[in-house]
């Protein structure tokens, strides 16, 4: 509740500005059924409505395309601002199994779920069945709709321990893993792989045929092996080909990383939904926009930025009361978001200078509002440039 009366006075004057004028009374009234104005609400709802929901396995999603996890960005602000801009679910960051069995006070904080959230899970990672049982038990607490599990980070310190992508590696081991994490939790158990170790030893027809086994709902493949790491191409055709024979739902997921590639493969997929992972941070309406008629046209202004990066830093408010975290995750955010746009790399040097929220928020309120006189706020962000090349998945 707290979020809708300490709404920004800065969208509040925002949305006075640049919108037709509201009384605060009003405001409350739409920021309880809405997050957003009630002209940016209308924009999403049109594209929402062109959304299918599916189920894959027990799990139903409102649409085909999902928040991929994602480190230090998928806790509960930015999967709920997603999940209110079309990501028909969202998967939380990784989070290890051993620090929730320690009562870790801050990997817990990292499985709070927002009471608006409708369809996430929770995902763990860990080498010890046992180990990651308990934890999927605690997880479970938290009011996830299903519990994954990561077998795809390629990070040396967690798979030297045996976890992440190093699952894959013993095949002989997995069934009684799932089984017993099946039996710890009522929710759905899923997995998210990627296709192999190395080149050499490509697996995840197996692992997806064992998953099947002990009824887990859905696998989702990062198509790229564990020593390719971001390098290269994701291998949609291996994809393609896992989820044509696969027994179970298979999300395929790997360099989405635009509204017309991911509207793209959309037609065209054999798997039953697709995941989003860097798409999204330099395209926040990625999961609407990909269903417009022609997804190079986004109607999306940069008063469209502008307000929803204000809601995420309500959000943030609700999520962290340590005003660094705050300051540390709106520059990075922002600087995601607006890629792209006109005199951007200007922007990023003097919003990097900025040393306190408020500098960040008026630099991005005034650049993001001077845009949209200067030009219609068309994005052009260049995909052939590496981005992100490194995670834990
Ligand atoms: C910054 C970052 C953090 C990531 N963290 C996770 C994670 O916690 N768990 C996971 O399974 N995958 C993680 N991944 C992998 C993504 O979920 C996804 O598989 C990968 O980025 C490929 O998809 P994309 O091309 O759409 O980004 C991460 C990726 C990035 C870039």
Redesign the pocket.
């Given at each position: 509740m707290g979020f809708f009366i300490t709404f920004s006075t800065t969208l509040q004057k925002n949305l006075q500005g640049s919108h037709s004028p509201l009384d605060p009374l009003c405001l409350i009234r739409v920021f309880l059924a809405t997050m957003f104005s009630p002209q940016l609400q209308h924009k999403i709802d049109t594209l929402k409505a062109r959304r299918t929901p599916v189920k894959l396995g027990a799990v139903s999603f409102d649409s085909p395309l999902l928040l991929?996890?994602?480190?230090?960005?998928?806790h509960f602000p930015f999967r709920l601002l997603m999940e209110e801009l079309g990501a028909g679910g969202t998967?939380s960051?990784?989070i290890s199994c051993h620090g929730i069995n320690y009562g870790n006070e801050k990997t817990r904080q990292m499985l709070r779920i927002h009471p608006k959230e409708k369809n996430v899970g929770i995902?763990l990672f860990g080498e010890d069945p046992e180990a990651m049982a308990q934890a999927a038990r605690v997880a479970e607490e938290f009011g996830p709709k299903f519990i994954d599990i990561?077998m795809?980070?390629p990070v040396r310190k967690v798979v030297s321990k045996g976890g992440g992508s190093a699952l894959l590696k013993d095949t002989q081991s997995l069934a009684s893993f799932f089984k017993g994490m099946k039996e710890a939790i009522d929710v759905p158990l899923t997995i998210?792989i990627r296709t192999g170790w190395d080149s050499d030893s490509i697996n995840a027809h197996e692992v997806v045929n064992i998953a099947e086994g002990e009824g887990v709902e859905f696998v989702a493949i990062?198509g790229r092996t564990r020593t390719q790491q971001?390098k290269g191409e994701?291998n949609w055709d291996l994809l393609e080909e896992i989820a044509k024979e696969a027994p179970l739902p298979i999300i395929g997921?790997?360099?989405?990383?635009s509204a017309p590639l991911t509207q793209e493969r959309m037609k065209k997929t054999q798997c039953q939904a697709l995941?989003?992972?860097?798409?999204p941070l330099r395209d926040p309406f990625i999961f609407l926009t990909s269903y417009l008629d022609d997804p190079t046209q986004s109607p999306f202004t940069p008063e469209d930025f502008w307000e929803i990066i204000c809601v995420y830093l309500e959000l943030l408010r609700e999520y962290s009361q340590m005003e660094r975290t705050h300051l540390i995750q709106m520059r990075k955010m922002i600087v995601w978001f607006v890629a792209g746009f006109d005199g951007v790399s200007d922007f990023r040097g003097k919003l990097f200078q900025a040393k306190i929220l408020g500098d960040v928020m008026k630099l991005t309120e005034d650049y993001l509002m001077t845009l949209n006189e200067r030009n219609r706020g068309t994005k052009r962000v260049n995909l052939s440039q590496p981005f992100?090349m490194?995670?834990?998945?």
């Open positions: 991929a996890p994602m480190s230090a960005i998928c998967v960051e990784l995902q990561n795809g980070c998210k990062h971001y994701a997921n790997g360099d989405l990383h995941m989003l992972g860097r798409g992100m490194g995670g834990h998945g």
